[in-house]
């Protein structure tokens, strides 16, 4: 089986490919469907697209955290919030530009972590406490081949 090739998209590709998918027509419900869910969504759309996509973690200095997208294009690395399909201006020690339910509005950025689809079968789990889909890798190599003995999912 051959790996499948991922591309950097313009940014112009990347709104698009957004305005396509329109991950924000569906509604913010708390715990069931939150802001990873939203990232998930446009993450693999463009997964199936070949559309190289990275799920995003914002992690504020609070310790609360918020998934979106991020594209690396012809402008250079770009978040977008999937929530609404706004680009996102994201800068660590500055505040998160949207005023999104469950997002801190005075809290500065203390990380941001991206995990890009180019991994060969990357896997998510729901944290059984805050209902938040992460992408996971074996902690051991950092590799994201990840196979379950019983993937229920």
């Not at 998930?40 to 310790?63: E, H, L, S, W």
């Not at 801190?104 to 944290?127: A, G, Q, S």
Request: a negative charge; one cysteine or more; hydrophobic letters at 40%.
């Amino acid at each position: 089986m051959s790996e499948m090739e991922f591309s950097n998209p313009l940014l112009l590709t990347a709104k698009m490919f957004l305005s396509e998918v329109r991950s924000w027509a569906q509604k913010y419900q708390p715990p069931h469907y939150v802001c990873t869910n939203f990232a998930k969504v446009v993450f693999d759309a463009a997964t199936i697209q070949g559309i190289r996509c990275g799920y995003a973690i914002v992690i504020f200095r609070n310790g609360m955290s918020h998934a979106l997208v991020a594209f690396d294009t012809d402008y250079g690395l770009v978040y977008f919030e999937p929530q609404t399909g706004d680009q996102e201006y994201i800068e660590i020690g500055k505040t998160y530009s949207s005023q999104l339910e469950g997002v801190p509005t005075e809290c500065p950025v203390e990380d941001i972590k991206i995990t890009w689809n180019d991994k060969m079968h990357l896997r998510f789990i729901r944290c059984s406490e805050c209902g938040y889909l992460l992408p996971i890798s074996c902690p051991i190599c950092g590799c994201s081949n990840i196979a379950f003995v019983e993937d229920s999912w």
